[in-house]
């Protein structure tokens, strides 16, 4: 019997196309699935949520496909900018999926997200394409910033979705006043202010933190800790590095970030308390298989042993791989075709980027200034007009 689109299973899943195989059995709706999650919680100033999580088959197999695809994605891009299609700055994901499905599995598109510049699977997770992703990456017309962001500026605002950016640290302040529009709003968003264990100890994020939580904004604040800044482990540059508590009066929660569904229990309770009590902060414990960014092999300070046996032991498609086997959603060889289907996908979005033509000189001075200021662009020695801008 044909399955059931396996992309709808969450709301993440929509972005993709729905596979084509075949499966044993078709699934219902009403079909619930209780899972404890690898790992308790550990929460700081609040009570942790039950690490017992209700899900279904086709969540499971739309947990399986969408983070499949993101990790084909970002191997894709590696080899793309070893053949310099890609240039400039670019930051995998690979490692880290969970977090991006988790988190959207658990709340609606109308919730905001802001993250750093390793935002390529965020992206995708809010509904982006393939096509869109790969086209950004290689600068062309039909990205989701139109060729002009590049790896660390992807953006659908139609998804609440709002980058993808460079400035360490600097999008959580955005993301605390998107929050502060939201509560001013009252219609029962949050915002989720995503940066790194890096980014942890940058100071204008206690300053946004100090004043989410006086005004009881519904800010959630998540740290992605991948263990490792631009090639700094986490103790070298924290002397506290059990980053949940460091909001002292705001709560937190410590999460396995490479379980998918205690993402989404831990998304969901803090949606929950920030539309009711202000913000919070999740720690994500996560990891990154690639280095910091294409500059970083990612092996001068940490060993290969190190990185194989979290792939080994704690990988979040793995995770939701043997949880698919063992409760008979699918078969390996199922869940096989299914990988082989999706490489054709991300073959597919390349070879689509790839034909899709370079921003038109003119977009250079685009989207930068108001229309209609008049404004004038002149060479280095301010004599000769080089564009009047419309």
């Given at each position: 019997?044909?399955?059931?689109?396996?992309?709808?299973?969450?709301?993440?899943?929509?972005?993709?196309?729905?596979?084509?195989?075949a499966?044993?059995?078709?699934?219902?709706?009403?079909?619930?699935?209780t899972?404890?999650?690898?790992?308790?919680?550990?929460?700081?100033?609040?009570?942790?949520?039950?690490?017992?999580?209700?899900?279904?088959?086709?969540?499971?197999?739309?947990?399986?496909?969408?983070?499949?695809?993101?990790?084909?994605?970002?191997?894709?891009?590696?080899?793309?900018?070893?053949?310099?299609?890609?240039?400039?700055?670019?930051?995998?994901?690979?490692?880290?999926e969970?977090?991006?499905?988790?988190?959207?599995?658990?709340i609606?598109?109308?919730?905001a997200?802001?993250?750093?510049?390793?935002?390529?699977?965020?992206?995708?997770?809010?509904?982006?394409?393939?096509?869109?992703?790969?086209?950004?990456?290689m600068?062309?017309?039909?990205?989701?910033?139109?060729?002009k962001?590049?790896?660390?500026?992807?953006?659908?605002?139609?998804?609440?979705f709002?980058?993808?950016?460079?400035?360490?640290?600097?999008?959580?302040?955005?993301?605390?006043?998107?929050?502060?529009?939201?509560?001013?709003?009252?219609?029962?968003?949050?915002?989720?202010?995503?940066?790194?264990?890096?980014?942890a100890?940058?100071?204008?994020?206690?300053?946004?933190?100090?004043?989410?939580?006086?005004?009881?904004?519904?800010?959630?604040?998540?740290?992605?800790?991948n263990?490792?800044?631009?090639g700094?482990?986490?103790?070298?540059?924290?002397?506290?590095?059990?980053?949940?508590?460091?909001?002292?009066?705001?709560?937190?929660?410590?999460?396995?970030?490479?379980?998918?569904?205690?993402?989404?229990?831990?998304?969901?309770?803090?949606?929950?308390?920030?539309?009711?009590n202000g913000p919070?902060?999740?720690?994500?414990?996560?990891?990154?298989?690639h280095?910091?960014?294409?500059?970083?092999?990612?092996?001068?300070?940490?060993?290969?042993?190190?990185?194989?046996?979290?792939?080994?032991?704690?990988?979040?498609?793995?995770?939701?791989?043997?949880?698919?086997?063992?409760?008979?959603?699918?078969?390996?060889?199922?869940?096989?075709?299914?990988?082989?289907?999706?490489?054709?996908?991300?073959?597919?979005?390349?070879?689509?980027?790839?034909?899709?033509?370079?921003?038109?000189p003119?977009?250079l001075?685009?989207?930068?200034?108001?229309k209609?200021?008049?404004t004038?662009?002149?060479g280095?020695?301010?004599?000769?007009?080089?564009?009047?801008?419309?």
């Amino acid at each position: 019997m044909a399955l059931s689109r396996l992309s709808s299973a969450t709301s993440s899943s929509s972005l993709f196309r729905p596979s084509l195989i075949a499966a044993t059995r078709l699934f219902s709706s009403s079909d619930v699935l209780t899972v404890e999650t690898s790992v308790p919680f550990t929460a700081h100033q609040c009570d942790p949520p039950s690490r017992t999580v209700e899900t279904t088959p086709k969540e499971l197999l739309g947990f399986f496909r969408d983070m499949s695809v993101m990790r084909r994605m970002e191997i894709a891009a590696d080899s793309l900018y070893k053949s310099k299609l890609i240039r400039g700055f670019c930051h995998l994901y690979d490692g880290q999926e969970a977090v991006a499905v988790g988190m959207e599995a658990a709340i609606t598109r109308r919730d905001a997200i802001i993250t750093a510049y390793r935002d390529h699977c965020i992206f995708l997770a809010r509904g982006g394409s393939l096509f869109e992703s790969f086209a950004e990456l290689m600068g062309r017309r039909g990205g989701c910033s139109k060729g002009k962001g590049g790896s660390m500026h992807f953006y659908k605002k139609e998804s609440q979705f709002y980058g993808g950016h460079g400035i360490v640290g600097a999008q959580v302040p955005l993301g605390c006043g998107i929050a502060f529009g939201q509560k001013y709003s009252k219609d029962g968003s949050v915002t989720f202010s995503m940066y790194g264990d890096g980014a942890a100890n940058q100071g204008q994020l206690f300053e946004a933190l100090n004043i989410a939580a006086l005004l009881d904004l519904p800010a959630i604040l998540v740290c992605e800790n991948n263990h490792y800044g631009m090639g700094t482990a986490e103790w070298r540059a924290a002397k506290s590095p059990a980053y949940y508590k460091r909001g002292d009066y705001v709560p937190g929660l410590k999460v396995d970030g490479m379980d998918a569904l205690a993402v989404k229990q831990a998304c969901k309770f803090a949606k929950e308390h920030a539309l009711k009590n202000g913000p919070i902060i999740l720690e994500m414990d996560t990891y990154r298989y690639h280095g910091h960014s294409m500059s970083d092999p990612g092996s001068t300070y940490r060993t290969r042993d190190e990185i194989s046996g979290v792939r080994q032991e704690r990988d979040p498609i793995e995770r939701i791989r043997k949880l698919i086997l063992s409760h008979d959603l699918a078969t390996a060889s199922e869940l096989k075709d299914m990988e082989k289907e999706i490489r054709k996908e991300v073959d597919d979005a390349i070879a689509q980027a790839k034909e899709d033509p370079l921003p038109d000189p003119s977009e250079l001075f685009n989207h930068v200034y108001v229309k209609g200021l008049g404004t004038e662009a002149f060479g280095p020695d301010r004599k000769e007009l080089k564009a009047a801008l419309p």
